[in-house]
Nanobody, 115 residues
Framework: QVQLVESGGGLVQAGGSLRLSCTTSGSSARFNTMAWYRQAPGKQREFVARITHGGWGVYGDFVKDRFTISTDDAKTTAYLQMDNLEPDDTGVYYC?????????WGQGTQVTVSP
């Protein structure tokens, strides 16, 4: 059974930084894509960033060069480095991974940015 566990969320002041981690287990195949999404209170879940098997990062328009997605060499752990955080970045951040058998989601980690 594939499992994804996010960590690294917390409370930070505007302008601060956080580094989220997504640790995976249980997959016998390499993930084609790993991605981060977020959901703010009362809003729909939205795309934050994706990294392809080839290592290219794709970001949501609101990121504006503030976030960087990366993985370890084995592509079993994904990271999201978030700098210059803003109060609008507050929400639950979810990790998603895809392999040939399907897509998988973690339970999320809370990020709260105070003014």
């Amino acid at each position: 059974q594939v499992q994804l566990v996010e960590s690294g969320g917390g409370l930070v002041q505007a302008g601060g930084s956080l580094r989220l981690s997504c640790t995976t287990s249980g997959s016998s195949a390499r993930f084609n894509t790993m991605a981060w999404y977020r959901q703010a209170p009362g809003k729909q879940r939205e795309f934050v960033a994706r990294i392809t098997h080839g290592g290219w990062g794709v970001y949501g328009d609101f990121v504006k060069d503030r976030f960087t997605i990366s993985t370890d060499d084995a592509k079993t752990t994904a990271y999201l480095q978030m700098d210059n955080l803003e109060p609008d970045d507050t929400g639950v951040y979810y990790c998603k991974a895809e392999d040939p058998r399907g897509e998988y989601w973690g339970q999320g980690t809370q990020v709260t940015v105070s003014p």
